[in-house]
């Protein structure tokens, strides 16, 4: 992975996860003085501090003019005081995570490419592409189902599907697709 793509947390002035940014952008709001990199022991540093931090083992890095800067994993931003919204998006994904990746009918977990999306009222009777409409099927629920209600097919879902109610420490490790660092932990178990 190119080290500039690569996901630095940003906190809003109270020290609040607001979301993910590539490591270009927490450089340049750094070195523009619009935040500040936050260290392991969670101390401040200004782009002229930072760049004198020393660069560990297990740290990325950057060449530099006169040697190599630490990409910071967590930047915090001077102003902005303001908490994300909670809105989380409709996809495939959340979907399925929300859905524990386990068909609503049955219960099985099969491989994911073994999931469908099932709307419980059908798309042929009015059913509309909503959390509440949407759930995780496999394919011999959704095909025993096709265009019948789950009354009507004999089915019983396992839970009424509702929005989920995620925390944004939640979708932030949703959005870095794996790739977590131990810096963020305090940030996101305090959210």
């Excluded at 019983?156 to 697709?177: C, D, E, H, Y």
Aim: glycine share 4%; with cysteine.
């Amino acid at each position: 992975m190119d080290v500039l793509t690569g996901p630095v947390l940003v906190l809003n002035k109270h020290f609040t996860p607001i979301q993910l940014t590539t490591t270009r952008r927490a450089f340049v709001l750094l070195y523009s003085g619009i935040a500040q990199a936050i260290d392991e022991q969670g101390n401040s540093f200004d782009f002229d501090e930072w760049r004198k931090v020393d660069v560990r083992a297990k740290d990325d890095f950057l060449p530099i003019v006169g040697g190599q800067i630490r990409v910071p994993r967590i930047v915090q931003l001077h102003r902005y005081d303001r908490l994300p919204r909670s809105s989380i998006r409709l996809t495939r994904r959340n979907l399925m995570v929300r859905d524990e990746f386990q068909c609503q009918y049955c219960m099985r977990k099969p491989p994911v490419r073994d999931l469908n999306i099932d709307h419980v009222m059908p798309k042929s009777r009015g059913g509309n592409a909503s959390w509440e409409n949407l759930v995780t099927a496999c394919r011999h629920c959704n095909l025993k189902k096709a265009w019948k209600t789950p009354e009507e097919a004999n089915m019983r879902l396992n839970r009424i599907p509702r929005r989920p109610k995620w925390s944004t420490a939640v979708q932030i490790l949703m959005t870095a697709g794996g790739q977590v660092f131990e810096e963020w932990d305090p940030f996101l178990k305090a959210s």
